[in-house]
Nanobody, 126 residues
Framework: QLQLVESGGGLVQPGGSLRLSCTAS????????IGWFRQAPGKEREGVIC????????NYAGSVKGRFTISRDNAKNTVYLQMNSLKPEDTAIYYC???????????????????WGQGTQVTVSS
């Protein structure tokens, strides 16, 4: 199983920004599609956004369109999730996951992603 580690979570006020990082160890991220998912208290885990090995992105959550962007730095073996204009409803544990394929899946189903990080908490509150 591929090893992924998320970082960058924390407490932020509504309207603020955070950048999450997903770093791989013991394998090269370049060849994998990487997705970000989140799970709010009492809710199911949902797909947020994905980036393919070529750098193209696929949005899974309509609620983050225009606010969240995903990018990758292959030299650092890291994928980033830039979150702007954060809202209280963005509060969740955020996970990154690797898909055993170069391209993102169309629907963002959890079963399409085989390796998961441990998650990082994001809390949006005043």
């Amino acid at each position: 199983q591929l090893q992924l580690v998320e970082s960058g979570g924390g407490l932020v006020q509504p309207g603020g920004s955070l950048r999450l990082s997903c770093t791989a160890s013991k394998f090269t991220l370049n060849y994998y599609a990487i997705g970000w998912f989140r799970q709010a208290p009492g809710k199911e885990r949902e797909g947020v956004i994905c980036i393919s090995g070529s750098g193209g992105s696929t949005n899974y959550a309509g609620s983050v369109k225009g606010r969240f962007t995903i990018s990758r730095d292959n030299a650092k073996n890291t994928v980033y999730l830039q979150m702007n204009s954060l809202k209280p409803e963005d509060t969740a544990i955020y996970y990154c996951a690797a898909r055993d394929a170069y391209y993102c899946s169309g629907a963002g189903s959890l079963v399409d992603f085989t390796s998961w990080g441990q998650g990082t908490q994001v809390t949006v509150s005043s």
